[in-house]
């Protein structure tokens, strides 16, 4: 019943902008927090950026000052604006919300990911 949809992912030049959204449906009472993640072929899934529902953010060091993580709660949406994109952001990105049901269980859900190439 619950259902994370991300979009936005494309090839891009270096030094080019995206930006990424993640819609979240369903059975969602809640929403804790929602963040992206990215993984490249060979390396762990990381924590790209997060946000809370209060608007609190944390963002990996290796995008701080480039990438900016907003949401938007009466649509369950959160964005991505990933600016000055360099060859080693290139990954498969994966939006990521902790939420609760309306019978009070908590979740932890995963979208399908999008990917996110940059190259020249």
């Known amino acids: 019943q619950v259902q994370l949809v991300e979009s936005g992912g494309d090839l891009v030049q270096p030094g080019g902008s995206l930006r990424l959204s993640c819609a979240a449906s369903?059975?969602?009472?809640?929403?804790?927090?929602m963040g992206w993640y990215r993984q490249a072929p060979g390396k762990q899934r990381e924590l790209v950026a997060g946000?809370?529902?209060?608007?609190?953010?944390n963002y990996a060091k290796s995008v701080k000052g480039r990438f900016t993580i907003s949401r938007d709660n009466a649509k369950n949406t959160v964005y991505l604006q990933m600016n000055s994109l360099k060859p080693e952001d290139t990954a498969v990105y994966y939006c990521?919300?902790?939420?609760?049901?309306?019978?009070?269980?908590?979740?932890?859900?995963w979208g399908q990911g999008t990917q996110v190439t940059v190259s020249s």
């Open positions: 990521n919300a902790n939420y609760t049901d309306y019978e009070g269980w908590l979740y932890d859900y």
């Open positions: 369903g059975s969602i009472f809640s929403i804790y927090a």
């Open positions: 946000i809370t529902s209060g608007g609190s953010t």
